[in-house]
Every structure is written in structure tokens, then in C-alpha cells.
């Protein structure tokens, strides 16, 4: 290659709610290989809005773009990339929000044509871990998870709370995409779904709140059943939103063991993230699994995401830098799987304010577009 390796990287907000963003450009700088001869890596930021902060962070972008709403449809998406593409030419595109995957995945083919990569989970695998879906697709592969409704109408969850409530623990409220609150009455929950309601719409997820300590486990996958490499963590403080505000890495063969059960079982291709509770001697919620126990111990599915959580640059400091390896797979190269990281490593967010020119922000709204170094 005759010019910088140029990745594309989107949602760069790292606000209250930070997107992965600018985790994931942080770990491709410290990258070996990536900002050195003959990379030279460049990054590009894809954004949805012109107030995203990773843009004004002073070290993470080259440049940056503002794209249309994954709302606006794919040829508007396809129109877009090909402009900026033009303009700076891109090797590697890394979406990291669960509402444009569908977009980028059906823009593969036309990408590619570009000379664009990506490394990415197929339209099959995508519909199969939905929220929606979550019950049903973890019990087929055996992993045990909450009961959940998938509720069409406001009238109707006052009923799936009820149903859910029967410990008293309350129940999760969902959107399909986004959003989580838990709902300790069934006031709440129609509170909690009319907020999702107008900010993404219905339907909206009840799902059966497991009482216990939460853990994430990132990983990706090669696409043939393989995984590459895989990072857990034990969340030690968490948002209003419930996102994870700080975090130790651990290592646990039972959780590593359903992480590679998944990917076995679907091949999973790309980054991913599966979010777990384990139940504690407290209780849970009643009926989480067929023939399981309040407070059994075990880990109980929740989530899973197809792509890098916000604290991604974690796994890069403890010894596996997967982002890198993403845009490496994506390029055709063959990759090694981690042999291991190191527990024991913990991160807490830390809240600064970003000075910046007014200049950069009004470049970034009238033209869309910004050329930062």
C-alpha cells in the first residue's frame, strides 16, 4: 500500500452514554503496526451528529464525517461513504452501533466493489441474538437466560410486569435497540416503555429482572466457529442507564466456556458482547430457567451485542488489542487466538471537559465534514 492505512470507526460520542467509538480509536493508536511504518494508520470518524466528543479530543481522528441516520436508508448511507471515500480514501470500516449494523451489512458487496472491508456478523446471525429473540435463540443453544415478552402496545405492560413480578424484584423495560431501565412497579414499567416508545418505538422488551453481579464478556469470532480472542470483565459501578462506570477483568473457565459455546454454535464472524447476571444467594426473579434455582449461582444470559462495548480499550491494555485485530481480519490476514490477558486490571470513567475552536463544530454543521490533522 502506497498511502496510510485509513480505518473508518463509528459512534464517537463519550459522553454520559459513551459509544465504542473512542475506545476503539484509542486502542488502534497504541496498536503496534498500526501508527508505524508502513501503516501509518489514519482514522476517520463517522459521525451522526456534530456534537460527538471523541471528535474534538484533540489525539483520536484524522478526520471526520458526518453520515446520514441509518433511518434515511441504505442508498443514503452507500452516497455518503462513496463521497467520502473520494475525498479520503478508506481501507477498513468499523461500525460499532447495533442500529447501522443492518445497513453496512447489506452494503458489503457495494463496499467491497470500493475497495472497503469490514469484518462482520451475516444479516442471520444479526436477527438471531435480537433483543426480541434473546429467550428463544439461548435456549436453543443452551445457555440459560431470563424469561422475557416482547410487548406491541402500552396497554399490555402493566400484564408482562405483573407476570414477572411475582419475587418482587421488579422487571427490565427494553427497546429493541436500545434503552434499559428497570421497573420496580408497574408504573414505572409504562413509564419506562412510553420514554422508549417515542424515542425508538414499539415494541418494547419486558424482561425478568435476575438479582446478582454483572459481567461482560468481548470477544471475537472468526466466522467459522473460532474465537480469537475473548476479555471478561465484573462490573464494579454502574450508570442510572445501567452501562458499566467501572470494571475489573477476571477470568472464569464457566464464563469463557458459554462465550466459546456461542460462537461455536453460530459461527460468529466479528466483534461481539454478551452481557450475563450472576444469580446470587439473594434470589432471582422466579421461573429465569426450565428447572433452575432462585439464587443458583449461575450465569444467566442478558444481552448480547454485536459489536465492541464502551470499555473495549481495556482489553487492549491487558493484552489483547481485539479492535486491531478486527481491522486485520478484515484486511485478509490470518490471525493467531489470544493465548490469554491479565486479570486483576480494572478501569473507572473519568469525566473532563473538551476545549475546542467553535470553528471545528460550525465546519462540522454546515459542511459535514472536518480535516483535523
Known amino acids: 500500500m502506497n498511502r496510510p492505512l485509513t480505518v473508518a470507526v463509528s459512534g464517537m ?19 503496534p503496526g498500526f501508527t508505524e511504518a508502513p501503516c501509518h494508520g489514519r482514522i476517520v470518524g463517522l459521525l451522526y451528529d456534530a456534537m460527538e466528543s471523541g471528535v474534538y479530543s484533540g489525539d483520536l481522528l484524522d478526520a471526520a464525517y458526518v453520515v446520514p441516520y441509518p433511518s434515511s436508508g441504505s442508498d443514503a448511507l452507500a452516497a455518503r461513504i462513496e463521497h467520502i471515500h473520494a475525498r479520503h480514501p478508506i481501507d477498513v470500516i468499523l461500525p460499532t452501533l447495533d442500529a447501522e449494523l443492518p445497513a453496512y451489512i447489506r452494503l458489503t458487496p457495494f463496499l467491497r466493489e470500493l475497495g ?18 434473546l429467550a428463544d435463540f439461548a435456549r436453543k443453544i443452551g445457555i440459560d437466560s431470563p424469561r422475557q415478552k416482547l410487548v406491541s402496545s402500552l396497554d399490555l405492560v402493566p400484564s408482562a410486569f405483573a407476570e414477572f413480578n411475582t419475587r418482587g424484584a421488579g422487571a427490565m423495560v427494553k427497546g429493541v435497540f436500545y434503552e434499559a431501565a428497570h421497573a420496580a412497579t408497574s408504573a414505572d414499567a409504562v413509564k ?15 424482561q425478568e429482572k435476575i438479582l446478582g453481579e454483572e459481567y461482560d ?46 460462537i461455536e454454535r453460530t459461527k460468529w464472524r ?10 446470587t444467594g439473594n434470589g432471582a426473579a422466579s421461573g429465569v430457567a426450565a428447572g433452575s434455582a432462585a439464587g443458583d449461582n449461575k450465569y444467566y444470559l442478558i444481552e448480547i451485542n454485536p459489536r465492541f462495548p464502551a470499555w473495549i480499550y481495556l482489553a487492549s491494555q491487558v493484552g489483547q488489542n481485539l479492535p486491531w485485530a478486527v481491522v486485520r481480519m478484515a484486511l485478509g490476514e490470518e490471525i493467531d487466538e489470544f493465548a490469554t490477558y491479565e486479570p486483576g486490571r480494572f478501569f473507572v470513567r473519568h469525566a473532563v471537559d473538551i476545549v475546542a475552536d467553535l470553528a471545528m463544530l460550525e465546519r462540522l454543521t454546515m459542511e459535514g465534514e472536518l480535516q483535523i490533522r
Open 217 to 262: 464478556l468481548a470477544m471475537v469470532g472468526d466466522g467459522e466457529g473460532g474465537m480469537i480472542g475473548a476479555v471478561a470483565i465484573k462490573k464494579m459501578a454502574l450508570t442510572e442507564k445501567g452501562k458499566a462506570f467501572g470494571g475489573m477483568t477476571i477470568s472464569d473457565k464457566e464464563l469463557f466456556a458459554i462465550g466459546r459455546k456461542f
Open 13 to 31: 460520542n463519550a459522553g454520559e452514554s459513551p459509544q465504542p467509538g473512542p475506545a476503539i480509536a484509542r486502542s488502534l493508536r497504541e496498536a
Open 270 to 279: 466479528g466483534p461481539l458482547e454478551m452481557e450475563f447476571v450472576k444469580a
Open 192 to 206: 419506562i416503555a412510553a420514554k422508549i416508545a417515542v424515542k425508538w418505538g414499539m415494541p418494547v422488551i419486558l
Open 116 to 133: 472497503i472491508r469490514m469484518f462482520l456478523p451475516t444479516e442471520e446471525q444479526l436477527d438471531a441474538r435480537s433483543k426480541s429473540r
